[in-house]
């Protein structure tokens, strides 16, 4: 049986952290907030102890329908016939949607505090809707890391239905095919 080193094992790690890194830059804390969702709504719905089985059970529908046909929507017709910007401001604006309706339907039925943390929502995702709005159409195109070189050109980048294409000329004059940031063909002799 062959045994990693202290070193190799390290190496793995900080290959791992360096890889988690990004990820957990972008949905962190999205995924922090989204856990609150389920309960606060849980809280805002119920208000008879003979009901609670039933609420509960359709706000576990409702989650799993919504989370389903929001995927779907968003995969199949958001991103591919809008693109990743406008897809995004769609689903931020179905967010706040919602938000407001459960702000305003919710006023007799559910507890101040409840009702104060909905609203803070509301504010945060019109804040986050108005900014991410004021974007430029191709910023998440021109932030995308691809991972090349110094003294490399992109000569050409396209959001595609599931990738970012991108032909780029390197330093010493070859022209590569990049696909999500991986080299997928080159004009070099060697790889042909």
Not at 99 to 113: D, F
Not at 114 to 119: D, G, H, N, S, T
Request: charged share 15%.
């Amino acid at each position: 049986r062959a045994w990693r080193s202290d070193a190799d094992t390290r190496a793995g790690l900080l290959d791992i952290w360096d890889t988690s890194i990004p990820i957990l830059r972008e949905v962190l804390l999205p995924a922090f907030f989204m856990g609150f969702g389920f309960p606060l709504a849980n809280a805002m719905v119920q208000d008879a102890a003979e009901k609670v089985g039933a609420r509960a059970g359709l706000l576990y529908l409702g989650n799993t329908v919504g989370a389903v046909l929001g995927s779907l929507v968003t995969g199949f017709y958001l991103i591919p016939h809008h693109g990743m910007k406008s897809g995004v401001t769609v689903v931020i604006a179905v967010v706040f949607f919602g938000l407001l309706g459960l702000a305003v339907t919710g006023r007799g039925q559910t507890s101040s505090r409840a009702l104060l943390i909905v609203r803070g929502a509301v504010a945060a995702t019109a804040a986050l809707g108005l900014g991410w709005a004021a974007l430029p159409a191709d910023f998440l195109l021109t932030r995308i890391q691809l991972g090349i070189s110094a003294g490399t050109t992109v000569l050409a980048l396209k959001e595609g239905i599931n990738e970012i294409i991108a032909v780029v000329s390197l330093a010493d004059g070859s022209r590569w095919l990049m696909t999500n940031g991986h080299p997928m063909s080159c004009n070099e002799p060697l790889n042909q």
